[in-house]
């Protein structure tokens, strides 16, 4: 059942994480009952997704407590391993704030940080399927076509979240409701989120679904061949300009000039009020060997430069909707998520 995937889950001494690098071909887990590895898993995108990098930030700062205490670190050495976790990825808000949440838990043990952590991971399951409920009635209002045809990009489903996801739990309520006739899933260049994760959970959640080249999605929309558009998000700024995976601001576009919603599916802790536009997001950039090689097999000439942003920013203007667990906001049409905090 999808419904058992959980990307993080606290064992008692450490995270175990589902290790997203090596699916679909390997389901397998990581345990991390150390920051180094729990940093390193981090970076590698063992866990990745803004939701799911929150949770794993916030039971991070159990497993520093841990570890300073098998090793004897001081408050300093300790609290410089919870500033590794934290800033391990820049761009997700949730990370950071999925830290910060817990450490006014730190004086009171481990047993209260890991409490408060699990409460952000029932809490983001809880409200996931919010979202979905919500977005997917957004979502039927505002278009005539049944069943639909969704477009995705990356991976916002199970694997990136608590559990259920965000896009994804949208498609999931969608089709429970027996409203999707198939998701063109975008493959997302360079580590391939969408054709390994995201068609990985639309199999097991059998839902129809295509998997094509990022190259690909402005065409199929200007085609007539979608109906909507649901992504989900990193770091969504106050006026509502959204960052999430590079690719997303050329959907974004191509749904404005199609005429068809671009639906950004996101809790309210990935709204950072305190950045007030996109331009102060920081974007991640990854190292070239992602994009200058794959499978260990080089994909560009020797000598060959790369630039790799993980990320891009969707103006407000281009963002028709913003399905959060409250409801939606209508963003191009002026509700900024600074106007709307519940
Ligand atoms: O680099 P990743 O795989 O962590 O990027 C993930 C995304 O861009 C997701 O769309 C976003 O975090 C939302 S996950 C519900």
């Not at 704030?97 to 952590?117: I, N, Q």
Request: with cysteine; proline share 5%; glycine share 10%.
């Amino acid at each position: 059942m999808m419904d058992d995937i959980r990307a993080v889950e606290w064992t008692g001494d450490g995270l175990r994480l589902i290790d997203q690098t090596v699916l679909p071909g390997r389901f397998e887990h990581l345990d991390a009952r150390d920051v180094d590895t729990l940093v390193d898993a981090i970076r590698r995108l063992v866990v990745r997704g803004a939701p799911a990098l929150g949770v794993a930030g916030a039971f991070g700062v159990a497993v520093a407590m841990l570890q300073a205490a098998r090793q004897g670190w001081n408050v300093t050495e300790r609290d410089a391993a919870i500033e590794r976790i934290r800033s391990a990825r820049p761009t997700a808000v949730n990370l950071a704030a999925g830290v910060d949440r817990v450490l006014p838990f730190v004086p009171k043990g481990v047993e209260a940080v890991v409490a408060e952590a699990q409460e952000l991971l029932d809490e983001d399951i809880r409200g996931n399927r919010a979202i979905g409920r919500a977005g997917a009635d957004w979502i039927l209002a505002r278009t005539g076509k049944r069943p639909l045809r969704v477009l995705t990009h990356c991976n916002a489903g199970a694997l990136a979240t608590a559990g259920w996801g965000t896009a994804l739990g949208v498609v999931r309520e969608l089709h429970g409701r027996g409203l999707v006739e198939r998701v063109y899933a975008d493959e997302t260049r360079p580590l391939l989120q969408g054709s390994r994760l995201t068609a990985w959970e639309l199999e097991r959640a059998g839902v129809p679904y295509l998997v094509q080249a990022d190259g690909a999605a402005a065409s199929t929309i200007l085609r007539g061949l979608v109906d909507v558009a649901v992504i989900g998000a990193d770091r969504i700024a106050a006026n509502g300009d959204t960052a999430n995976k590079i690719g997303s601001v050329g959907v974004a576009l191509a749904c404005a000039d199609a005429g068809i919603p671009f639906v950004v599916a996101a809790p309210w802790s990935t709204v950072d009020l305190a950045t007030p536009s996109g331009g102060e997001i920081p974007i991640e950039e990854r190292a070239a060997e992602e994009i200058l090689a794959w499978g260990g097999a080089e994909v560009a000439p020797e000598g060959a430069r790369g630039f790799n942003p993980a990320f891009d920013v969707t103006p407000a203007r281009l963002v028709t909707a913003l399905a959060t667990e409250t409801g939606v906001l209508e963003v191009s049409s002026g509700e900024t998520p600074a106007a709307a905090r519940p």
